[in-house]
């Protein structure tokens, strides 16, 4: 991966860590993703989809739109504030997607007699949210939705249970600490049973056991994984080792793009390491360093010095540690 590829930003002036490093800026509410901070989300977004088909789990895509009247027609006054509406063709931007869901395979499912199915969808969400002041709180936000229908309540539950079960998988992965949170009875969402999945005291996964309080000819049960507060908490915890993510583990950045020897040797070295990031910008070498300190430990110097001796120069906690290039390639994966 070449840096001259991507385009690199940051605002130094931002209390909100993933400014600060480039990956999103915040416009009006809602947050922009860099070149950067696309690759990472969508490493996620990978992961999680890759856990979620090896389970059976079918992926769909969904309008963004859905019909204003029939969102309204299940009780969800409570949420109406906070909804984006378009008044002239009667749509609404998705809040939330289970009305679609269960229009479309409900009563399909109950005629051929098929004992459970679940689809998962990934995609933008919307909400008018007040304070926007991070990734947990956003007007637009990435979220997997996974639907289930199931023949009988015994089917559901264990439906349910092996969801949970990939749910712990993925945070286990991410490392992710979280504690649990049981609600009964949510009125205004028809559940007879939530379970909020909470790391940071921010929900990151929230599920909900519907039944059949939706008037359906199945048991139906819905979850949710907050993508994008799944992305910022990652970011909070390891931004230091974010890029390990992309399974990059160096940043390779020689000191003079000018001296065309020097940048043949990088070359070499970089056709030997597909785990680097290489830094070929011809710009100050003082600011690709100060580019890349927020993110990494392992930035590798390439001068001029380590050209003559066959060396590569480890920077690490502002101390620099050379080591010879054969022992570098051979070890350092």
């Not at 933008?124 to 304070?131: G, P």
Request: charged letters at 30%; glycine letters at 2%.
């Amino acid at each position: 991966m070449r840096t001259s590829k991507y385009y690199f930003f940051r605002n130094t002036n931002s209390k909100n860590l993933v400014e600060k490093l480039g990956l999103n800026l915040k416009i009006n509410g809602f947050y922009f993703y860099s070149p950067l901070g696309c690759l990472i989300i969508e490493r996620i977004i990978k992961i999680i989809e890759k856990e979620l088909n090896k389970n059976n789990i079918h992926k769909v895509v969904v309008p963004l739109l859905q019909n204003k009247e029939e969102f309204y027609k299940i009780n969800k006054n409570k949420f109406k504030k906070e909804i984006y509406s378009i008044e002239k063709d009667n749509l609404i931007l998705n809040p939330t997607c289970e009305e679609v869901f269960i229009k479309i395979f409900d009563k399909k499912i109950f005629k051929e007699k098929i004992e459970e199915m679940v689809f998962y969808n990934t995609d933008s969400k919307f909400r008018k949210e007040k304070r926007t002041d991070s990734l947990f709180k956003t007007r637009e936000f990435i979220m997997t939705d996974i639907y289930s229908f199931c023949k009988n309540k015994k089917i559901s539950e264990k439906n349910y249970n092996n969801v949970l079960k990939v749910f712990k998988k993925i945070l286990d992965f991410f490392k992710i600490n979280y504690k649990k949170k049981i609600k009964y009875r949510e009125k205004n969402i028809r559940s007879v049973e939530s379970l909020e999945l909470l790391s940071l005291n921010h929900e990151i996964i929230h599920c909900f056991k519907l039944n059949k309080c939706y008037m359906t000819h199945n048991y139906i049960n819905c979850f949710g994984i907050g993508i994008s507060r799944l992305y910022n908490l990652i970011i909070l915890k390891y931004y230091r080792n974010i890029l390990k993510l992309l399974n990059i583990k160096f940043i390779l950045i020689p000191t003079n793009y000018k001296n065309a020897k020097l940048i043949k040797y990088v070359e070499y070295i970089y056709s030997k390491k597909k785990n680097c990031l290489y830094d070929d910008r011809k710009i100050n070498f003082k600011f690709k360093i100060e580019n890349f300190e927020n993110f990494f430990v392992n930035i590798i110097i390439v001068s001029n010095f380590c050209l003559k001796s066959r060396n590569v120069t480890f920077l690490k906690k502002k101390k620099k540690i050379d080591i010879k290039l054969k022992y570098f390639l051979k070890h350092f994966n």
